[in-house]
């Protein structure tokens, strides 16, 4: 069966170089010229994957990658951003994007991310160990993959899950931030530390008390992040 991905671009000529090289590698392929008409896609076609540019006319590709992720945790999302523009590829995962490509791109690096970003997803929701994870407050049902801080139900996306999930099963051990991105994102993984990063921010902010004073994510200054056992 196809995956379905959706461009969001309005730039014509770049919205047809993109759409031509997916279609060449067996996509079916849905586009879209503004972020409204983007979200309204999503909602409409269930696209596996949204190629998502950042500068859009009206609403731009960080508020509508916002929107998407809060609706669609597990929508792949790869942002474009203009070359040098480093706070672009900062604030587009701290909305939520899963990767983020400079233009000009290479569409042959551009299929292989969006293949290996299809891969990691799929991977994670066909996790079926059936154990659970405990530690201290914190419960993981691996089954339906959901996560619980003193019965409360934890909003995670994959990747904040899969991180959880490693540290938990690993209990006091420091991991540097290519042990995660080989871990969670795996070695096929294009993209930089930056990401481990922005989810640990992200995943610290959902969990700990006071996410400033974290006692559950520790930073282990030179190396990495560690989970302290409770």
């Known amino acids: 069966m196809k995956k379905k991905v959706l461009i969001v671009e309005d730039e014509e000529s770049i919205r047809g170089f993109i759409k031509i090289n997916f279609q060449r590698n067996n996509f079916l392929v849905i586009e879209a010229v503004s972020g409204e008409e983007g979200l309204e896609k999503v909602h409409q076609?269930?696209?596996?994957?949204?190629?998502?540019?950042?500068?859009?006319?009206?609403?731009?590709?960080?508020?509508?990658?916002?929107?998407?992720?809060?609706?669609?945790?597990?929508?792949?999302?790869?942002?474009?951003?203009?070359?040098?523009?480093?706070?672009?590829?900062?604030?587009?995962?701290?909305?939520?994007?899963?990767?983020?490509?400079?233009?000009?791109?290479?569409?042959?690096?551009?299929?292989?991310?969006?293949?290996?970003?299809?891969?990691?997803?799929?991977?994670?929701?066909?996790?079926?160990?059936?154990?659970?994870?405990?530690?201290?407050?914190?419960?993981?049902?691996?089954?339906?993959?959901?996560?619980?801080?003193t019965k409360q139900l934890l909003d995670l996306t994959p990747k904040e899950y899969l991180i959880l999930k490693t540290f938990m099963e690993n209990e006091e051990k420091a991991f540097s931030?290519?042990?995660?991105?080989?871990?969670v994102w795996n070695y096929e993984y294009f993209g930089d530390s930056k990401i481990v990063d922005v989810n640990i921010r992200r995943l610290r902010e959902k969990i700990e008390n006071a996410p400033s004073k974290p006692e559950y994510i520790e930073t282990v200054w030179g190396v990495g992040y560690r989970w302290k056992k409770r």
């Open 45 to 149: 076609e269930k696209p596996d994957l949204i190629i998502l540019d950042i500068t859009l006319p009206g609403m731009d590709g960080f508020k509508t990658c916002e929107l998407l992720r809060n609706d669609f945790p597990n929508l792949g999302i790869i942002m474009l951003t203009a070359r040098g523009q480093d706070m672009d590829k900062i604030m587009g995962l701290e909305y939520g994007a899963d990767d983020y490509m400079v233009k000009p791109f290479n569409p042959l690096e551009l299929i292989a991310r969006a293949n290996s970003l299809l891969r990691r997803i799929n991977h994670s929701s066909e996790d079926k160990n059936p154990e659970k994870l405990i530690s201290g407050c914190f419960t993981i049902d691996t089954v339906s993959m959901k996560v619980y801080k």
């Open 177 to 183: 931030r290519d042990d995660l991105l080989n871990l």
